[in-house]
């Protein structure tokens, strides 16, 4: 399922945020934009991430920066500062400038001075960690009320479906009184005046009537329904459950169409067969 999470932290200077996105995937898949202080720990984010998600196809941003109004423990560049004095003295004497360059040159110059990032290395990995796991309690919040409203959608699916299944039931019921005569007419209309013992032809319209019977199809349909509403409401391997169950309901529905020749029913089966479709789609989203 998506999902979005975020969170910012900060604390002695140093201001961390970290936004992850997660899209719909078969599989689990992240990737990790992280600031060069802080790829080291790529793995450990990685871990954490796919126990909480389990799947999905996840995109992790982090990013650092520094509250000015902090204090901060920042060094000198040295040899970046003596790279820009040789640049400063090489333009001069190319440009045959009068001026020197001025301490305001080098200040304007961001890599001059820098923060010392060895020294705040746990402070980072802490900040990291903290805003990564509140992050993911948010996503996972978001995706657990995009669970509920699935449920509830599969939910009403299910109900809809049990009201065809009972339709094609009274349907069948009222034919299946008539099958026999009709199967019998048949025969004899094939048999085109060719003489035929009764008993053998009875025989033969109850084996063509049974061969159409749909009981047990509507019956285990009506079964894999009542179970689809149990495992709805389960925590473990809820999608696989679901999706094995749907494969069993297809089956039988394919069956129950090829084994009757009531156009209504028939005009039923279609409909079944494209909410069951639906359904598919809303179960791959589940884990």
């Not at 992850?20 to 689990?28: A, D």
């Not at 001069?92 to 301490?103: C, G, R, Y």
């Not at 005569?181 to 035929?196: S, Y």
Request: aromatic content about 4%; hydrophobic content about 40%; charged content about 30%.
């Amino acid at each position: 399922m998506t999902g979005f999470g975020q969170c910012q932290v900060t604390r002695d200077g140093v201001i961390l945020a970290t936004d992850i996105q997660c899209l719909n995937s078969r599989f689990f898949d992240v990737t990790a934009r992280l600031p060069r202080v802080m790829q080291k720990w790529e793995p450990q984010i990685r871990k954490e991430t796919q126990e909480a998600l389990v799947r999905g196809k996840v995109n992790v941003t982090v990013t650092v920066g520094v509250d000015e109004e902090a204090d901060a423990p920042i060094r000198l560049n040295r040899p970046r500062l003596r790279l820009y004095h040789e640049l400063f003295k090489e333009i001069q004497d190319e440009l045959d400038l009068p001026d020197q360059a001025t301490l305001s040159h080098f200040a304007a110059m961001s890599d001059v001075f820098v923060l010392e990032e060895g020294a705040r290395d746990e402070l980072y990995r802490d900040l990291l960690l903290e805003s990564l796991g509140t992050a993911l309690a948010e996503l996972q919040a978001m995706r657990l009320a995009e669970g509920a409203n699935l449920a509830a959608d599969l939910r009403s699916r299910v109900e809809l479906l049990q009201k065809e299944i009972q339709a094609v039931e009274q349907l069948a019921a009222e034919r299946r009184a008539g099958d026999l005569d009709r199967f019998r007419d048949r025969i004899q209309e094939l048999l085109d005046g060719i003489p035929v013992d009764e008993g053998r032809l009875l025989q033969e319209a109850a084996i063509l009537a049974e061969k159409r019977d749909i009981t047990e199809e509507c019956t285990r349909l009506k079964s894999h329904l009542d179970l689809f509403h149990t495992y709805v409401e389960d925590e473990v391997d809820t999608g696989k459950r679901l999706g094995f169950l749907l494969q069993e309901m297809g089956r039988e529905v394919n069956t129950l169409g090829a084994k009757t020749d009531h156009i209504d029913i028939n005009h039923i089966v279609v409909r079944i067969k494209n909410e069951l479709e639906k359904i598919r789609e809303q179960v791959q989203n589940i884990l």
